[in-house]
């Protein structure tokens, strides 16, 4: 999963669900609702294809916070769907002034603090805020889907749906769903570690505005770029991974999890194109970046790790190339998939059985 670049820490895979909510009308609601989500929902699982649906039509704008490691950032989202074509702004309100536009598949990132503007592309139907994600009947196969509490949040009546791991290779979600299948609240849950688990990152919206109309004007960056150094990517927008051969692979991933994205791309500061590998089960995700190295290998194994936020950074050597993997999953889960990539087609390796089955230690 992409991180968006808000100082040294990454957005999160929490933000990749959370695209509206608080305070919106029900008749807003509805006029952006297909006949076939006019029901109430019963079961758990509908009350996440309705959230799906409805954070996929909207057009809307609103300010919403984001907490993590102790720390709390206010950004404002403005998010449309016209003609078919997605467009977005997220914008941070802390300070650094950092801007992030996206039309169709080109993403460009105003960093005034560092005064730099990097173009980028991005998949068509991916978000700033990272891909929704869809959760079906083999993504719930590995996750314990329930409708765990209704409350009132902010004066709205709302329903605890939880989704929790089966294994301890990902994360879990609490998510607080009002009666028009906006979510209020949004927390990425560890349920591994402390009685109960806690919360790795959070994010709840604190204004929303649905709109019937968003101008154009309203996705033009807030500053001046004169004196800039503009950084682009020549590659085209990753697609998956059908019809290419992957020169690299994972040998092992965690089970449910398969290659969603298989691209080449150019990235800057790399001095040629970079293999961009993306494995997920619908839910999680984790990226691999295999990029030739310019000087020979060091001797002997040489790791570097860091944790980003609620994202995991593994990086090692494998014949003569850097490997880095990146995800909003445990530690070991991002170790155990960046230590098995090799040259070639994939052989997975065969798991043990049973829900907490042990992945190979990093």
Not at 90 to 107: A, V
Not at 159 to 186: A, E, S
Not at 257 to 286: E, I, N
Request: with cysteine.
């Amino acid at each position: 999963m992409r991180p968006t670049r808000f100082g040294s820490e990454s957005f999160g895979a929490l933000a990749l669900v959370l695209a509206v909510a608080l305070c919106a009308t029900a008749g807003a609601a509805e006029a952006g609702r297909s006949a076939s989500h006019s029901r109430q929902p019963t079961r758990p699982m509908q009350w996440l294809q309705r959230m799906n649906h409805a954070l996929t039509v909207l057009d809307y704008e609103g300010t919403f916070a984001h907490s993590q490691s102790g720390k709390v950032q206010m950004l404002r989202i403005i998010h449309r769907v016209k003609h078919g074509v997605v467009s977005e702004r997220l914008q941070s309100l802390d300070g650094s002034g950092r801007e992030f536009i996206r039309r169709g598949s080109k993403l460009t990132c105003y960093l005034p603090d560092k005064r730099v503007v990097l173009v980028e592309h991005m998949p068509p139907m991916s978000s700033l805020l990272g891909g929704i994600p869809v959760i079906n009947a083999e993504t719930a196969r590995f996750y314990d889907i329930r409708e765990a509490a209704r409350m009132r949040v902010d004066q709205h009546e709302t329903r605890l749906i939880t989704v929790m791991p089966r294994d301890q290779y990902r994360y879990g979600y609490r998510l607080w769903i009002d009666r028009t299948g906006l979510p209020l609240k949004i927390q990425l849950w560890d349920a591994r570690k402390r009685p109960g688990g806690h919360v790795i990152e959070q994010i709840a919206f604190a204004t929303l505005k649905v709109r019937s109309h968003i101008p154009d004007s309203a996705f033009k960056p807030g500053m001046s770029t004169a004196g800039y150094r503009w950084l682009r990517t020549d590659a085209p927008a990753p697609q998956s991974g059908k019809g290419r051969m992957p020169a690299w692979n994972a040998r092992w991933l965690p089970p449910g999890f398969h290659m969603a994205l298989s691209a080449a791309q150019v990235m800057p500061g790399s001095p040629g194109p970079v293999d961009h590998l993306v494995y997920t089960d619908g839910l999680a995700s984790v990226s691999v970046f295999v990029e030739k190295h310019a000087e020979p290998a060091p001797r002997g194994p040489v790791v570097e790790s860091a944790r980003m936020g609620a994202s995991y950074v593994f990086s090692t050597f494998v014949d003569g190339h850097r490997v880095t993997a990146v995800g909003e999953v445990p530690a070991r889960t991002v170790r155990s998939i960046a230590d098995s990539v090799r040259a070639g087609k994939a052989s997975l390796a065969r798991l043990p059985a049973g829900p907490f089955a042990h992945a190979p230690q990093p």
